[in-house]
């Protein structure tokens, strides 16, 4: 967005009809726009800027409609801003979805932030009670198996300090601690990367490699075992007949 009117230039964050965002993109545009003292025809063009996908779709045609900013922000209010929207929505981006893989410490990362990010929104409305235990559940269920060992290990220390079930802060809490453990910059991309050698997978263009080895060996014994002996081929060509007692060759 450009600087006019008094507005600092500025990346506009997009509200793209997800309910769960609502509260962050009405709340920006109060503070960026609506507050301020500009005509509604800027503020509706700053509105549009605001919006993409089924938000911008469903309030675009107001731009050329007198009270059209009114209308338009009633509209995303109703389709995308009931509170019942907002915390199912809240609730269902943390218990649906993948398992994080074990060595995705990004993807934790980011269930991490997006788990506090829920839990302000849920505050705010007053609805953290929509988290519960069976919940709660299903978050821990997404995490990776060492991660679920961790927070039964997390569930003890709660118990001793007189905690009786868990909440949505001990649960958001414990996985921003993980995910700072695990994205720890004392530990590289380049050294988690790093595997050893199978050995298990012999190179066979490699002339010492211990199979190529073998199979000459092998030809090798074969190749020689006639001839590597003198004696034994002598016999095997001339000898004493068993039948007559002369010397003649055997066939």
Known sequence: ???????????????DGYPENYPMFRQRFRQIVKSKALDETTKMARLLQFLDGPAL????????????????LQVLQDRFGQPFKIVQACVDTLVKGPVIAPQDEKGLQRYADRAQVMYDT??????LGEMNTDNLEKMILRLPKWA????????????????IMPTFKDVANFLKDRADVANHPFFSSSSAETKPPNSKMPN????????????????????????????VSKDRKTGNCPMCGRSHPLY
């Open 148 to 163: 679920q060992a961790k927070f039964r290990e997390h569930l003890k220390k709660l118990e001793h300090q007189g905690g």
């Open 57 to 72: 779709l469903a309030v675009q045609r107001y731009e050329s409609v007198p009270g059209g900013l009114a209308k338009g």
């Open 122 to 127: 849920l505050e705010a409305m007053n609805c």
């Open 204 to 231: 066979t263009n490699d002339q010492t490699s211990p199979l190529k080895l073998t199979t000459l060996t092998t030809e090798g014994t074969k190749k020689d075992s006639k001839d590597s002996n003198p004696e």
């Open 1 to 15: 967005m450009n600087a006019g009117h008094g507005l600092p230039a500025l990346q506009v964050v997009e509200f």
